[in-house]
């Protein structure tokens, strides 16, 4: 069965007492230029060969990439790159679903606690090692630490204590550790 016309479609929503979608009669650019508050957008159909294109509005766009682009690694980018001012935004922004709202809390809520767990763990142990004095040979005390750090209960966070011993910061290995694999998105293109 092929497409109903405007007036028979009109006619049948009538006797079943179904709304039909409102007809705009615009100019291709004037539909483009516009951007509705919580619309999507504008189905542009050609009566001479009955050709349909869809004309998106900008805010739906970009809440549609959103949507469809995010997932829990490209939120872990975010935050590993401290622009944690952007998911923030999205956790308050009245255009999102609250569905969307929940999911991204949640999967930022986890990768923090990764986080500040492993950085509190590690700093807990580092202040536990062993007392060495001064007048030590380096390579005499580097050993001990090492000693200290490859202890079974202590070997996972071997990397985070040496690069503590050295003076070095942390939180680069710490986010490399917590990565998480591209995972689904919160919304499939096309749903």
């Given at each position: 069965?092929?497409?109903?016309?405007?007036?028979?479609?009109?006619?049948?929503?009538?006797?079943?007492?179904?709304?039909?979608?409102?007809?705009?009669?615009?100019?291709?650019?004037?539909?483009?230029?516009?951007?509705?508050?919580?619309?999507?957008?504008?189905?542009?159909?050609?009566?001479?060969?009955?050709?349909?294109?869809?004309?998106?509005?900008?805010?739906?766009?970009?809440?549609?990439?959103?949507?469809?682009?995010?997932?829990?690694?490209?939120?872990?980018?975010?935050?590993?790159d401290g622009q944690q001012e952007?998911?923030?935004?999205?956790?308050?922004d009245p255009k999102m679903p609250?569905?969307?709202?929940?999911?991204?809390?949640?999967?930022?809520i986890g990768l923090s606690t990764?986080?500040?767990?492993?950085?509190?763990?590690?700093?807990?142990?580092?202040?536990?090692?062993?007392?060495?004095?001064?007048?030590?040979?380096?390579?005499?005390?580097?050993?001990?630490?090492?000693?200290?750090?490859?202890?079974?209960?202590?070997?996972?966070?071997?990397?985070?204590?040496?690069?503590?011993?050295?003076?070095?910061?942390?939180?680069?290995?710490?986010?490399?550790?917590?990565?998480?694999?591209?995972?689904?998105?919160?919304?499939?293109?096309?749903?």
């Open positions: 069965m092929g497409e109903l016309s405007r007036p028979s479609l009109e006619t049948y929503c009538s006797l079943k007492n179904l709304k039909v979608v409102e007809k705009f009669n615009k100019y291709l650019n004037e539909c483009a230029s516009e951007d509705i508050k919580n619309r999507e957008g504008y189905v542009a159909t050609f009566p001479s060969n009955g050709l349909k294109v869809k004309i998106k509005f900008e805010t739906y766009c970009q809440l549609h990439k959103v949507l469809t682009g995010l997932n829990a690694r490209s939120i872990w980018e975010l935050m590993r952007k998911l923030d935004s999205w956790l308050v609250e569905t969307f709202k929940t999911w991204l809390n949640q999967v930022v990764q986080h500040d767990d492993l950085i509190n763990q590690a700093h807990h142990i580092f202040a536990g090692r062993p007392e060495l004095s001064i007048m030590m040979p380096y390579k005499e005390s580097r050993k001990i630490m090492a000693q200290y750090f490859m202890k079974d209960e202590h070997k996972k966070y071997s990397a985070f204590l040496f690069k503590l011993l050295d003076g070095k910061s942390i939180d680069d290995l710490i986010w490399k550790t917590i990565e998480p694999a591209a995972a689904a998105t919160f919304k499939v293109e096309g749903e």
